[in-house]
C-alpha cells in the first residue's frame, strides 16, 4: 500500500505497526487513518535530546505519519504540482457556490496529488447520482464549503470540468453545518451536526 501525497478523513494510510500516529492522525483497527484533510507528511522521529549524534544508536523507531493544515503553495511547495484532470480520474474538490441545476466546485487534488492551481467543475444535477435523477436537488446534495470526492466524467468546455458523484463511494466526505459545526455522516443522504443533533441533508459519499 502507497502512502497517498493527500488524505481525507477515515482514509486508511498504513498498518499501526509500521507507522507512529503524529498529529492530525488516529489509529482504528490496527490501522493509521487521516483525521482531518490535508497533505500527508512522513518524518523520522527526532532522537532524544542531549544524545550526540555520533553516539546515537541506528534509528529503529517508526516513521511518524502527520496531516498538514497547509495547503499553502509556499508552505507545502514539495506535494503540489500543476497535474491536469483527466477522464475517469478521481478529485477532490470544493463547493463554491450552487444554483437549482448544479453545483460549482473548485478541484483541489486529482488522484493523490495536489494541485497548484484549483482547476473549476460543475456537478450537473443529473450527475449527482444515478436512480431517480428527476428528484435530485442540488440544495439537497451539497452546500458551499463542502469537500466532495468525485470522479471526471468530461473535460466539458474552456471553463469547467464535468463531475459526478453517481456512486456510493462519491459524494460529500466533509462538510460544516449551519452552526458552523463539522459534521459525521449518519446515512447517505444526511450529516448530524454533533454539538446541536441537527441533520442536514447531503449527497453523502461511502466511508471508507
Not at 73 to 82: F, G, K, R, V
Not at 122 to 148: M, W
Amino acid at each position: 500500500m502507497s502512502l497517498p501525497s493527500f488524505a481525507i478523513p477515515g482514509q486508511l494510510l498504513g498498518p499501526a505497526s509500521k507507522y507512529t500516529a503524529g498529529p492530525g492522525t488516529h489509529i482504528q483497527n490496527s490501522q493509521l487513518c487521516a483525521s482531518i484533510l490535508g497533505p500527508v507528511v512522513e518524518a523520522l522521529p527526532s532522537p532524544p535530546k542531549g544524545l550526540k549524534a555520533s553516539s546515537a544508536k541506528p534509528v529503529t523507531a517508526k516513521p511518524v505519519l502527520s496531516i498538514s493544515r497547509s495547503v499553502n503553495p509556499s508552505a507545502e511547495s514539495s506535494t503540489l504540482t500543476n497535474v491536469l484532470p483527466e477522464v475517469d480520474a478521481a478529485v477532490l474538490a470544493r463547493v463554491t457556490r450552487i444554483a437549482p441545476r448544479q453545483a460549482t466546485v473548485a478541484i483541489l487534488v486529482v488522484a493523490d496529488t495536489v494541485c497548484a492551481d484549483d482547476f473549476q467543475g460543475v456537478i450537473r444535477a443529473q450527475d449527482v447520482r444515478a436512480t431517480e435523477k428527476d428528484k435530485v436537488k442540488i440544495i439537497s446534495s451539497f452546500r458551499p464549503g463542502d469537500i466532495v470526492r468525485a470522479q471526471v466524467i468530461s473535460l466539458g468546455d474552456q471553463s469547467n470540468y464535468y463531475l459526478s458523484t453517481a456512486s456510493n463511494h462519491l459524494g460529500v466526505v466533509m462538510a460544516t453545518s449551519e452552526a458552523g459545526n463539522a459534521m459525521y455522516p449518519i446515512s447517505w443522504k444526511e450529516f448530524k451536526d454533533p454539538a446541536t443533533g441537527v441533520t442536514e441533508p447531503r449527497k453523502v459519499a461511502k466511508p471508507f
